[in-house]
C-alpha cells in the first residue's frame, strides 16, 4: 500500500510563502499523474493543481501565477510552492497520485493565511 504524507503547512501572512511537500513511500509520482488538492472552512475539496505522467501542469485561475507544482526526479516526493497567498488561500491540503486504476491521498495539511 502506497502513503503519501504532507508537510510544510502553517500559518502565514497574506503575501507570503509557502512550499508544500509530498513524500510517497514508494517512487510512485514517476509512474502516476499527481495532484494537490485543497478544502477550505466549510466548503468541498477542489483541485488545485496537476501534473501530467509527463509533466505537463496545470492550474485553477485563482492559483494561477502563484502556485507552482513539482515532483523530484526519483518520483517519490511533490511539491506546491506557494507565493503571494491570500486569506481565501486557506484550506486543508492534500496531496494525489492516480494511475493504473489506484488513487492515492495524504492525510492532509492546514494552511492558514492570516493577520
Known amino acids: 500500500q502506497v502513503q503519501l504524507m504532507e508537510s510544510g503547512g502553517g500559518l502565514v501572512q497574506p503575501g507570503g510563502s509557502l512550499r508544500l511537500s509530498c513524500a510517497a513511500s514508494?517512487?510512485?509520482?514517476?509512474?502516476?499523474?499527481v495532484a494537490w488538492y485543497r478544502q477550505p472552512p466549510g466548503k468541498h475539496r477542489e483541485l488545485v493543481a496537476t501534473m501530467t505522467r509527463g509533466g505537463i501542469a496545470s492550474y485553477i485561475d485563482s492559483v494561477k501565477d502563484r502556485f507552482t507544482i513539482s515532483r523530484d526526479e526519483a518520483g517519490n516526493m511533490l511539491y506546491l510552492q506557494m507565493s503571494n497567498l491570500k486569506p481565501e488561500d486557506t484550506a486543508v491540503y492534500y496531496c494525489?497520485?492516480?494511475?493504473?486504476?489506484?488513487?492515492?491521498w495524504g492525510q492532509g495539511i492546514q494552511v492558514t493565511v492570516s493577520s
Open positions: 514508494t517512487t510512485i509520482f514517476s509512474i502516476h499523474g
Open positions: 494525489n497520485s492516480d494511475g493504473y486504476g489506484r488513487t492515492y
